[in-house]
């Protein structure tokens, strides 16, 4: 902790740490259930229906509290499927129509299912990252106050936090600096008031002052205490963003989620 108020000129006090302590004690292991990240799958056979249904008996085993619904086409069906209904395609057949398909070779079932297990982890992990953001773009003629108010009034509109959140952000950013390497501020409440953990993201692309530094991004972090443990990938990839200026132009560039998504898991 010390080395990161060396580096980044934050101050924390015993409370914060250990807060931040337990903030990035595990890496995203407790979404990996979540009702908020099921995948929903389609399996692709073109030797009748027996094989799909050992393979979605072995994911629904397995996958249970992973998987929303896992549904069995046909090659035709397939064809003429959106690929945009569904998260995942396992086939047993050859090919590369989409980026969302995982070939299936049943003659090396129990090595493919285990390349199946790791694939499913990391669509959930994207899928998690969908359900943890939010993003604004905002012009440069607001205060860090209004910013911060605004961004706090649509999350107690959603019901994700008290309304004694955005007057708890502000009372935090009273005792020290929260901006990361001059390029990212990270506003967090000083007290418990969220409801449901969400990490709203602004975009200032002309910049906005904050305690005199001109910032373009703005992470306001919402986590539940029973959510901190986490984390650590997400805080992680927040520390590589303020050092690559790409990834800095490509959110600028590309407001939206799928931007976010390819910070994150890049």
Same mark, same amino acid.
Not at 59 to 62: Q, S, V
Not at 129 to 144: D, E, M, Q, V, Y
């Given at each position: 902790?010390s080395r990161?108020e060396?580096i980044?000129?934050?101050t ?8 931040i ?6 890496a $995203? *292991?407790?979404?990996k259930?979540?009702s908020n990240?099921k995948l929903k &799958?389609a ?8 094989l799909? @249904?050992i &393979? *979605? %008996?072995r994911?629904?085993?397995?996958f249970?509290?992973a998987? /929303? %619904?896992?549904?069995?086409?046909s090659l035709?069906?397939? *064809?003429v499927t959106?690929? #945009?209904?569904?998260d995942?395609?396992v086939?047993?057949i050859?090919t590369q129509i989409s980026?969302?398909?995982?070939y299936?070779?049943i003659s090396?079932?129990?090595?493919? +299912?285990k390349? =199946?297990?790791?694939? &499913?982890?990391?669509k959930?992990?994207?899928?998690q =990252?969908?359900?943890?953001? @939010? &993003?604004? !773009?905002?012009? %440069?003629?607001?205060?860090?106050n209004?910013l $911060?108010e605004?961004l706090?009034? /649509? ?11 955005s007057?708890d952000?502000?009372?935090?950013e009273? $005792?020290s ?6 390029i ?7 007290n418990?008031?969220v ?8 975009i200032i692309p002309k ?5 005199? !530094?001109?910032?373009? +991004?703005?992470f306001? =972090?919402a986590i539940r205490?029973e ?8 805080? *992680?990839?927040l520390l590589?963003?303020? !050092?690559?200026k790409? =990834?800095?132009e490509?959110l600028l560039? #590309?407001r939206?989620l799928?931007?976010? #998504?390819?910070?994150?898991?890049s």
């Open positions: 902790m990161i060396s980044f000129h934050l924390f006090s015993e409370d914060e740490i250990a807060y302590a337990l903030y990035l004690a595990n $995203i *292991e407790k979404y259930n979540s990240a &799958i399996i692709i056979c073109g030797t009748g229906k027996i799909s @249904s &393979i *979605e %008996s994911l629904r085993r397995y249970s509290g998987i /929303e %619904s896992v549904d069995n086409l035709k069906e397939f *064809e959106d690929t #945009n209904d569904y995942l395609f086939t047993t050859p980026d969302k398909i995982f299936f070779d090396n079932f129990e090595q493919n +299912f390349d =199946l297990k790791k694939t &499913i982890s990391s959930q992990q994207k899928l =990252l969908f359900n943890l953001f @939010s &993003i604004k !773009t905002f012009p %440069s003629k607001l205060t860090k209004q $911060i605004d706090s009034d /649509e999350l107690l509109q959603k019901g994700y936090v008290t309304e004694t959140f007057q952000v502000l009372n935090r009273l $005792i600096n929260t901006i990361l390497d001059n990212v501020a990270i506003p967090h409440p000083i418990h008031s409801k449901k953990s969400i990490i709203s993201v602004a910049g906005i002052n904050w305690n005199q !530094t001109p910032i373009k +991004f703005v306001l =972090l205490p959510d901190i443990k986490s984390l650590e990938y997400i805080y *992680e990839k590589d963003f303020t !050092t690559s790409a =990834l800095q490509d560039k #590309n939206n799928e931007s976010l #998504n390819r910070i994150f898991n």
